[in-house]
């Protein structure tokens, strides 16, 4: 890009990661985009996407149990509309594609109407009235914010939350923008993309990983607890023997620091995505 190129613009997203545990250990819902989606075609995904306008309304404040000021003070938010528009997007994001409502409704409330509503371009605030909503935001839990990196053509500032399945749902692909779905173990997850089944990225891969080290969904959240959520800014580096993805920490990105677990390096290799050591600072 040259020097007098606009900047291509960062869209706010927020991504669920929804977990459920079972005899075999916790489990994370995916979803397979549409091969012919513009971004992320094709590949398998955590529930979410970009924040709309409507996801701010100061209407909002009525359906949730903390203020703009207290959600934004949990993501590290200086500007006290993010942590709303953040928290609905994923809420309402997560109902969308998945099916699964991370709120309280009125019990008469059938929940696969008001998702065929909105699929068909109804008003989520309008059926939050309807339906009595409240929105816990305790029940979402910020685990970290990805950045994508500047030479992609689409660009999100992506804050992924975790939450625990609410009892008596259980997911489901929307048949449109995603076109099947299924709960995965995380190191499942991993290995079915390294045998060339699946497709994730970057960021999936990561959380994949953390994700696989714990045996149920208490003790993911007080480790995400523990911890100011990281920002992690990845950068596209080329040389003598191609290219790879540098994370925070690396010798090759500007950030000297590591802010997630494991290695800083990641190359693309045979369709899936592989960490690789990377030299010593």
């Known amino acids: 890009m040259s020097a007098d190129a606009p900047r291509k613009p960062i869209k706010d997203a927020s991504t669920v990661i929804v977990l459920r545990e079972t005899s075999g250990g916790i489990e994370t819902f995916m979803l397979c985009r549409h091969q012919?989606?513009?971004?992320?075609?094709?590949?398998?995904?955590?529930?979410?996407?970009?924040?709309?306008?409507?996801?701010?309304?100061?209407?909002?404040?009525?359906?949730?149990?903390?203020?703009?000021?207290?959600?934004?003070?949990?993501?590290?938010?200086?500007?006290?509309?993010?942590?709303l528009g953040l928290l609905v997007a994923a809420v309402r994001e997560t109902f969308e594609e998945a099916g699964v409502l991370l709120a309280s409704a009125a019990p008469k409330t059938d929940l696969e109407q008001a998702r065929a509503e909105l699929h068909?371009?109804?008003?989520?605030?309008?059926?939050?009235?309807?339906?009595?909503?409240?929105i816990d935001s305790t029940s979402l839990t910020p685990y970290a914010r990805w950045v994508t990196p500047k030479m992609?053509?689409?660009?999100?500032?992506?804050?992924?939350?975790?939450?625990?399945?609410?009892?008596?749902?259980?997911?489901?692909?929307?048949?449109?923008?995603?076109?099947?779905?299924?709960?995965?173990?995380p190191a499942n997850a991993i290995d079915e993309m390294l045998a060339g089944r699946i497709k994730l990225a970057p960021p999936t891969v990561r959380t994949l990983q953390w994700l696989a080290d714990f045996d149920d969904v208490d003790a993911v959240i007080a480790d995400a607890l523990s911890r100011k959520p990281p920002l992690v800014r990845p950068r596209i580096v080329s040389g003598d023997e191609g290219w790879f993805l540098a994370l925070p920490g690396d010798p090759e990105h500007p950030e000297d620091v590591a802010v997630l677990p494991g290695g800083t390096r990641m190359v693309f290799d045979d369709g899936a995505w592989r960490d690789v050591p990377s030299p010593v600072r």
């Open 152 to 185: 992609e053509s689409r660009r999100f500032d992506t804050r992924f939350y975790i939450a625990r399945l609410p009892e008596g749902q259980r997911g489901s692909h929307d048949g449109t923008e995603t076109t099947s779905a299924l709960w995965l173990r």
């Open 36 to 83: 012919q989606s513009g971004f992320m075609g094709g590949a398998h995904v955590f529930p979410g996407g970009k924040v709309d306008p409507s996801d701010s309304a100061p209407r909002w404040i009525e359906h949730v149990d903390r203020t703009p000021e207290a959600l934004s003070h949990a993501l590290g938010e200086a500007d006290t509309e993010s942590g």
């Open 120 to 134: 068909e371009g109804g008003s989520f605030l309008e059926l939050a009235t309807r339906a009595d909503m409240t």
